[in-house]
């Protein structure tokens, strides 16, 4: 079943089968069953690169920030991510 993970270019998170072409972190927005509830928890809004240094992540862990992607980076800046300092300043 495919998780709620995809935003819109409006900041909505949506429920997509598909991936994206960038991550985008808003904090915490998940319970322990996978299910977002809630739309950010801080307003510190990132969009980073969906390969960076090896990095592997379980989707929608317990207490690890909700990976939300994006179809691309028009799309992330739209809903309000910033680029991640860390991936765009040190590319792979």
């Known amino acids: 079943m495919p998780l709620q993970n ?3 270019p409006w900041g909505r998170i949506l429920t997509s089968p598909y991936r994206g072409t960038l991550l985008g972190n808003r904090g915490i927005l998940h319970n322990e069953n996978r299910q977002v509830v809630k739309n950010h928890q801080h307003q510190n809004w990132v969009t ?6 090896e990095r592997k992540r379980e989707l929608m862990s317990p207490h690890h920030y909700t ?6 980076e028009a799309t992330a800046l739209s809903a309000g991510h910033r680029p991640c300092g ?3 300043r040190n590319p792979r």
């Open 6 to 8: 995809r935003v819109d």
């Open 48 to 53: 980073c690169l969906l390969e960076f240094k």
């Open 67 to 72: 990976e939300l992607f994006f179809l691309d």
């Open 86 to 88: 860390e991936c765009t």
